[in-house]
């Protein structure tokens, strides 16, 4: 299965579960891998059979600005779902990284795989 990148997408929102956290915006980093076959589109040469990686920025970067959460896990999981019900891939990788979280850490963050199955 084919893989479109989107690496190091910087989003901003409410995120955390301190009160602190609660009345600001911090960013967050994501890396996705999107599994789909790209051979359609290539045959063509039409955007229209693949990922459009613009449009789903965009509305990661809607969803990231509308939705606060708690937790980077439950944004994780949101995410991952949007993107499968919303863009039908069928699997994924996401890595979220909160930077400046944990003072020694450059970044703290998950991990996680999802598929539509």
Known sequence: MDQVL?????????????????????RLELDLELHTDIRPAARGDDLSLTLDYAAICQRLADYANDNPHGLVETFAERVAALLIDEFGI????????KP??????????????????
């Not at 069928?90 to 990284?97: I, Q």
């Not at 979280?101 to 998950?110: D, E, M, P, S, W």
Request: glycine share 8%.
């Open 6 to 26: 989107i690496e190091g997408l910087s989003l901003e929102t409410v995120i955390g579960v301190y009160d602190w956290e609660r009345t600001v915006r911090q």
């Open 90 to 97: 069928r699997r994924l990788r996401l890595t979220v990284r």
């Open 100 to 117: 400046g979280a944990v003072a020694a850490a450059q970044a703290v963050g998950v991990r996680i795989e999802r598929s539509a199955d």
